[in-house]
């Protein structure tokens, strides 16, 4: 027993030996490097253009034109498709990601908080500080869509009617948050997150690659599970279209696309030069599935209840749901990481 | 996918406690006790001290679940993650496996168990793999974990189950899922049959079944944490349609009602419908429930029943009373351990070795049990 206990003494210290230090470090700065700064930076900048086109619209003279406003909103929804699943720095704090975008929505949290925002007289709510402490479903991308896309809101700020002040000022606000959030989250990588990767040692570094990996599998899972799964219902009798993301700006199948395409990049910016066979099985696998999303019909709600269309959305879906099967099972290994299972299958 | 055997016991004899600490060094100090699993993906069970340290890493065949001490701390025992082949015996200082337990034929282990007072009787959730009924295997403990019996729990997919402080009677969780034989899928997906039984220890006699009112009916009970007063809190997981949101955590009360816990709505939804563990605090006056999918740990006032806040952290699970009041340590699954506290800020992470592990769903706290 002596002996078998010193062997597995042996055995365990070799196991626990740090064989890639250098490895995962390299790993997770070409992901935060080639993939998360300039993201975040580009969320950053797009977020505050809106900013700039809200505060400019608010001073305009009615009835207004939303043109400007409607391309801040896709230029910025665009920047936040693109790393949006993300969580793994510092989005994962002080619960900024609920604040970006509250979707799929639940129990009508976003209608509830929007009309809640446009219903109050008072103009200190929609002040940073205070704002920050309204319901997070009203703080983000999904109000921000509804209050400039959904027919009643928007004829609203278009009218010189005197509701159509309140309307602006509560876009506005909005639109100043995501931009106030974004511009931190970028800072933070910048000057806390990428020199303490720099620093990192191995643990660290094996925690960042993994939890980079687990966004990326999530995300996966996300798009086949609700923002396609969820809207194509179980037949094409019971389809589920306003449950599809961002439909009431015609976003849905774009943000699919982009979403694709930003796990695509992240995949290889951690595989890096030599991804392996495994590697490079999945990242093929995202990649088509991205190119797939490319040509999908861009309106997901009218297409999920259509014939030829929504033939179209479940080959996207099963084009995702493999890529997600195989990227499970080939990333990891290939990374040299275990992802922390109590998210994925708990008890 | 059973285990053979012969094979399974090879597996466990040569699985070994590393030995990493002196005997007898944990007295006063708090030690934590979790399965996890190592870069490379070997179970284990592990013992750290609040520093940092670990204490020992014994590798295990499978996934291990929930851990149980033995009054008077002589003994461990570790359950296999549900459909369980086997739970084990461990020296709590050493980590040694003293003795592997396979489950009888024609049950599976679910995940938990617990002692009785006297430490001689272990009682553990199983499955009855024919027609998925539960049942509480009962094992002597001073005759080698003997399986002397079995008693119904009265419903599916027993989980969790603790003891009323009398002693005398035990509260199961079924969680209410029937499970084909080596499965985790639910067959009755939609028409979950989750409960919570009272039982005689004595004689297996269902005292009280408790179940949930008709319209939460896609809520399965699964974690519970026993106060000294006699109410348990219990943590739920919602198998219904996504789109709904469930209140997830409440207290069976004194009086046998279950009442569910208010939360704000902003903070109801970052709990993503599932709570994967729950525990009271060194006073049990602070209740914390952990949601590994939303990344948070939730706090409760049990006696005013006010909502307290919540913290983040990536992939939470495992939590246990640390030896301060209100203060909780918390296990991730790829963010190591860390302590919380109500009042504060930010999770402090304790790092250390503790970071190169991946930590499972529960942890216990060895000098609070």
């Known amino acids: 027993m002596r002996l078998l206990a010193a062997m597995g003494f042996l055995l365990a210290f070799a196991l626990g030996a740090p064989a890639n230090a250098a490895d995962h470090r390299q790993v997770a700065l070409r992901a935060a490097r080639e993939f998360a700064l300039p993201r975040y930076e580009a969320l950053a900048e797009a977020t505050s253009s809106q900013a700039a086109a809200w505060n400019d619209a608010c001073r305009s003279k009615t ?3 939303l043109k400007a406003l409607d391309a801040a909103f896709h230029a910025a929804a665009d920047a936040w498709a693109q790393v949006e699943f993300v969580r793994y720095g510092p989005i994962g704090e002080e619960f900024r990601f609920e604040r970006m975008e509250h979707w799929p929505e639940r129990r009508n949290a976003v209608s509830r908080a929007l009309s809640n925002l446009i219903s109050r007289p008072d103009a200190e709510i929609l002040s940073p500080e205070r704002f920050q402490e309204t319901s997070v479903a009203g703080q983000g991308f999904s109000a921000l869509e509804r209050l400039l896309f959904e027919e009643e809101t928007r004829n609203g700020l278009r009218s ?22 974004s511009r931190k989250v970028s800072d933070e990588w910048r000057q806390k997150t990428l020199p303490m990767l720099e620093q990192a040692d191995e643990a660290r570094a094996r925690e960042a690659v993994t939890r980079l990996v687990t966004d990326l599998l999530t995300a996966l899972e996300v ?18 279209p306003t449950t599809a993301e961002m439909w009431r700006s015609g976003r849905s199948t774009r943000a699919i696309h982009l979403n694709l395409e930003a796990a695509g990049a992240l995949t290889r910016a951690l595989l890096g030069p030599n991804p392996g066979d495994e590697g490079q ?62 998210s994925l299958d708990g008890d | 996918m059973a285990i053979d055997r012969r094979s399974f016991l090879a597996a466990l004899g040569a699985a070994i406690g590393t030995g990493l600490s002196p005997r007898g060094a944990f007295a006063g100090e708090p030690i934590y006790v979790s399965a996890c699993t190592n870069a490379n993906g070997v179970h284990h069970v592990a013992a750290f001290s609040q520093d940092g340290r670990m204490r020992f890493a014994t590798t295990l065949p499978s996934r291990g679940h929930d851990i149980t001490l033995r009054p008077g701390g002589r003994e461990l025992v570790v359950f296999a993650r549900r459909p369980g082949n086997w739970m084990a015996v461990i020296d709590p200082i050493s980590g040694d496996v003293r003795k592997v337990v396979p489950a009888m034929p024609g049950r599976h282990f679910y995940g938990h168990g617990t002692f009785s007072d006297d ?10 793999v024919e027609n998925g009924d539960g049942v509480l295997g009962i094992y002597d403990a001073d005759a080698g974990y003997v399986r002397i019996g079995e008693t119904m729990t009265n419903g599916p997919g027993p989980h969790d189950l603790t003891f009323l402080p009398d002693g005398k009677r035990l509260v199961v969780a079924n969680g209410g899922e029937r499970t084909e034989a080596d499965s985790r899928d639910a067959l009755n997906q939609g028409a979950l049959e989750s409960s919570l039984a009272v039982l005689r220890a004595g004689t297996g006699e269902v005292e009280s079944h408790i179940e949930l009112p008709r319209e939460l009916r896609s809520l399965s009970i699964r974690h519970l944490a026993c106060a000294p007063d006699g109410e348990v809190v219990f ?15 409440g207290i069976l009360t004194l009086s046998g009602e279950t009442i569910f816990l208010d939360i704000p709505e902003d903070d109801l939804l970052s709990l993503e419908n599932y709570i994967g563990s729950v525990s009271l605090d060194r006073s049990s006056d602070i209740i914390a429930a952990t949601s590994p999918l939303g990344s948070v740990v939730a706090f409760w006032d049990r006696t ?29 699954g790829n963010a190591g351990v860390g302590m919380t506290q109500i009042e504060g800020r930010a999770i402090e992470r304790i790092g250390g070795d503790l970071d190169r592990w991946i930590w499972d769903n529960h942890t216990l706290s060895l000098d609070r049990a």
Do not use: H, W
């Not at chain 1, 797939?292 to 099963?318: C, F, M, Y």
């Open chain 1, 63 to 65: 009835p207004r034109d």
């Open chain 1, 160 to 181: 010189s009617a005197p509701a159509s002040e309140r309307l602006c000022q509560v876009g506005k606000a909005i639109a100043t948050a995501l931009a106030t959030t």
């Open chain 1, 223 to 240: 798009v086949e599970d609700f923002k396609l799964v969820g809207p194509l219902g179980p037949s094409i009798d019971a389809t589920r």
């Open chain 1, 281 to 342: 099985g999945a990242l093929d696998a995202i990649e088509s599935a991205a190119s797939i999303s490319e040509n999908a019909p861009e309106d997901l709600r009218k297409a999920v209840a259509d014939p030829r269309g929504r033939t179209k959305i479940i080959l996207l879906r099963d084009a995702v749901s493999s890529a997600r099967t195989i990227a499970t099972a080939g990333l990891p290994p290939s990374l040299e990481i275990t992802t922390g299972f109590n």
């Open chain 2, 119 to 128: 430490g001689r009787l272990l009682y553990a959730t199983e499955n009855r």
């Open chain 2, 235 to 249: 943590g739920c997981q919602f198998k219904g349609d996504a789109l709904n949101v469930m209140q997830l955590v």
């Open chain 2, 304 to 332: 005013s029943r006010r909502y307290l806040g919540r913290r983040r952290m990536s992939d939470i699970c495992g939590v246990a009373a640390a030896p301060e009041r209100a203060t909780f340590l918390v296990t991730s």
